[in-house]
């Protein structure tokens, strides 16, 4: 691939990028705006034509590795494990 192209695709790349951001920003306005509604009239699923909408609250338990780590750090160390990733990323 020449340099010319790699240019082209990572301006398409950029275009299809603000492209999602912006979709992205519309849907999460919309969704804000149908839990609010929801909010107010202060029901967690309704029904709506076909549709059913549910904006539920969800109690879970989460592991606190802060302070885990900060109380037994050597605990921690001994199962904590290094892990290899890729990133991409482009910038100008």
């Known amino acids: 691939m020449t ?3 790699m240019i082209k695709q990572i301006e398409e790349l950029n275009e299809w990028e603000q ?9 999460e306005a919309i ?20 549709y059913v909408v ?11 590795t802060t302070s885990f780590k ?8 001994q199962y ?3 892990v290899t990733s890729k990133r991409f990323s482009v910038t100008c």
């Open 31 to 50: 969704k804000d705006s149908i839990k609010a509604e929801m909010e107010m009239l202060d029901v967690e699923e309704m029904t709506v034509g076909m």
């Open 3 to 5: 340099q010319a192209m």
């Open 80 to 82: 904590t494990k290094q």
């Open 19 to 27: 492209i999602l951001e912006e979709a992205k920003a519309q849907a």
């Open 70 to 77: 900060r109380q037994y750090n050597e605990i921690y160390k």
């Open 54 to 64: 549910k904006y539920s609250t969800i109690l879970s338990n989460r592991f606190d």
